[in-house]
């Protein structure tokens, strides 16, 4: 299986820009995905296919990468973007998940 | 708008099934993929297995010997069925809507369902 491999977790002050990582173990193509999980929710898409936001999302929010190494910017963070983040590969099977990056708020 | 919703037991014994309903609105099941996706308590993500617009299935295989997703078009649901439970199977459980093609995202989710397998 391909693992994604995320540090588990940043904190930040409101204004900063911040950069998430996700390294794939074997290529991925584009073919990776950003979510936000709010505590007691479900997963919300943020970026698409490495680099194109999702409907509705802030343009805060922004996806670089290919191959098998991938980053999530938040430029600038704002108090609700406090959550988990999670990167996920659909080009290989079975699809995976990275573990999440938690995003603290100083 | 796009809707799903996930319905089900949410206590089942070690080494019975568990059998989820996801009831979708605002969208085709012919068109487009529904997936199930589980968390366990305060842990990570994992894909369970997907059914397609024409019907066909993919399972992760850490779970295929277990698993069965099937549809009811008509009635606009998707079923998932996992025998053998165990403990470590607690998780809240997601289904999800995708494309109909291999690499879509999951864009849209239901609020998910606790399960928990406990005798």
């Known amino acids: 299986d391909t693992v994604l491999t995320q540090s588990p977790a940043l904190a930040v002050s409101p204004g900063e820009r911040v950069s998430i990582s996700c390294r794939a173990s074997?290529?991925?193509?584009?073919?990776m995905h950003w979510y936000q999980q709010k505590p007691g929710q479900q997963p919300k898409l943020l970026i698409y296919?490495?680099?194109n936001l999702a409907s509705g999302v802030p343009a805060r929010f922004s996806g670089s990468g290919s191959g098998t190494d991938f980053t999530l910017t938040i430029d600038p963070v704002e108090a609700d973007d406090t959550a988990t983040y999670f990167c996920?590969?659909?080009?290989?099977?079975?699809?995976?998940f990275g573990a999440g990056t938690k995003l603290e708020l100083k | 708008q796009v809707q799903l919703k996930e319905s089900g037991p949410g206590l089942v014994q070690p080494s019975q099934t568990l059998s989820l309903t996801c009831t979708v609105s605002?969208?085709?099941?012919?068109?487009?993929?529904v997936h199930w996706v589980r968390q366990p308590p305060g842990k990570g993500l994992e894909w369970m297995g997907g059914?397609?617009?024409?019907?066909?299935?993919d399972y992760n295989s850490a779970l295929k010997s277990r698993l069965s997703i099937s549809r009811d078009t008509s009635k606009s649901q998707v079923f998932l069925k996992m025998n053998s439970l165990q403990t470590d199977d607690t998780a809240i459980y997601f289904c999800?809507?995708?494309?109909?093609?291999?690499?879509?995202?999951?864009?849209?989710w239901g609020q998910g369902t606790l399960v928990t397998v406990s005798s």
């Open positions: 999800t809507r995708s494309g109909n093609y291999g690499s879509s995202p999951f864009a849209y």
């Open positions: 605002g969208f085709s099941l012919t068109s487009n993929s």
């Open positions: 059914i397609w617009g024409d019907g066909s299935t």
């Open positions: 074997e290529g991925v193509n584009s073919y």
């Open positions: 296919k490495a680099s």
């Open positions: 996920q590969q659909s080009w290989n099977d079975p699809y995976t």
